[in-house]
């Protein structure tokens, strides 16, 4: 064999060992995506009732902001449960 042909299938052998690789930890990279997203929506929520507490602290009609922080609360836990579940399917401390 030419050193062409020990190039492609070299080539080859590591394009086909990343797709396995990928195939078998798509699973947890799926989890790491779902913890991620939860992430992102618990610190939006987190700003968002910050901004209205900024936005109210003159006025004292912080009671405006009572859903927000309900959300911000709700996103907290759904957050902390999300990563619970994700530390046990990665095998991590929780």
């Known amino acids: 064999m030419d050193s062409l ?3 492609i ?3 080859i052998g590591i394009v086909a060992f990343l797709l ?3 195939y078998f930890q798509r699973d947890k990279i799926d989890v790491v995506m779902t913890e991620r997203d939860a992430m992102e929506k618990s610190l939006a929520s987190k700003v968002a009732y910050q901004n209205c507490l900024q936005e109210h ?4 009609d912080v009671e405006a902001c009572e859903p927000l922080e309900e959300k911000m609360k709700t996103d907290a836990e759904e957050y902390v449960k999300i990563h619970t579940e994700t530390s046990k399917a990665l095998n991590l401390p929780e």
């Open 20 to 22: 396995a690789s990928w």
């Open 57 to 60: 602290a003159y006025s004292g």
């Open 9 to 11: 299938i070299g080539a």
């Open 5 to 7: 042909a020990k190039q």
